[in-house]
């Protein structure tokens, strides 16, 4: 089965990594060369790693690395599955999906990476709703063990169940769940994010004492670590389309020292500044 990906950031290129690894040709796609450029090195690097860690032979790195092309023409994105990583803006996903049921077959499934858009909600409008499935991957996708598999209202059994399937073929823990915002994962897990804004906000502690505690608590990552891990700007934007969902439920609510990282550029990992200075 080929597998395609549409988005070469740090999820999709993840989400290719495991592909490759399990055997499958992909093509991962998107508008921007230097995206592209950055994903490939990413993807090379992640994988030079694990071969340094005894985790993968070289040959078998090599192997993989034959299944992948890269791509900036949405006309060479056919494949069996697509799986898109793009941004998590509602219109964006719907215009790729219509775009992409041009062209490709009727027999292709579609799926979406996002966190938190009721996977009803994107499949409105297409010719074929009952193939696309929610397929969420947690970052970094390619060691991360749980997939969320999402039925919308018109999804297919068959297409939830290849999904499904797929996803334990790339070696992940994968588990159903219903439409709904923020599934399962997000939705247990935004109060971590959200209250501990809401203390750094209401001046009870600093952001790095917070995190210190979470950690000797038991926690692998306090909330504002684990926002750089995963992107400062994507956690706002879950934590934005979880609060419309619920009709502004103040449990959800956004917070205002995030809006400004966001606004400052300061993503995380990713731009080398978050809540922490990862430049130095």
Not at 82 to 101: G, M, P, T, V, Y
Request: proline fraction near 3%; hydrophobic fraction near 40%.
């Amino acid at each position: 089965m080929k597998t395609g990906i549409a988005g070469s950031g740090v999820m999709g290129s993840g989400i290719a990594i495991c592909s490759i690894l399990a055997g499958y040709e992909t093509v991962l796609y998107d508008i921007q060369d230097a995206a592209l450029e950055r994903s490939k090195k990413y993807i090379e690097s992640e994988m030079e790693k694990s071969v340094a860690k005894g985790k993968l032979l070289s040959e078998a790195k090599d192997q993989a690395l034959k299944l992948l092309s890269f791509t900036k023409e949405l006309n060479e994105l056919k494949a069996d599955l697509i799986l898109e990583a793009a941004l998590e803006k509602l219109d964006i996903k719907r215009e790729l999906f219509s775009k992409l049921e041009h062209i490709n077959g009727a027999e292709t499934i579609y799926a979406t990476n996002t966190s938190s858009i009721p996977i009803t909600q994107i499949a409105l409008g297409l010719k074929n709703p009952s193939n696309l499935v929610g397929i969420h991957f947690f970052n970094p996708a390619q060691l991360m063990k749980l997939v969320e598999i999402i039925k919308g209202a018109s999804t297919s059994e068959k297409v939830a169940t290849i999904a499904f399937n797929w996803a334990v073929s790339l070696g992940k823990h994968a588990v159903y769940a219903n439409d709904a915002p923020g599934f399962i994962v997000n939705r247990v897990a935004r109060p971590y994010y959200v209250e501990g804004l809401k203390i750094a906000e209401e001046n009870v502690a600093e952001f790095q004492a917070i995190d210190r505690l979470c950690e000797a608590s038991g926690f692998r990552l306090g909330p504002f670590r684990l926002m750089d891990l995963i992107g400062v700007e994507t956690n706002f934007s879950v934590t934005s389309s979880m609060y419309e969902q619920f009709h502004q439920e103040p449990r959800f609510r956004p917070s205002r020292i995030q809006q400004q990282m966001v606004d400052a550029g300061r993503h995380g990992r990713k731009t080398g500044k978050g809540f922490y200075d990862y430049e130095e």
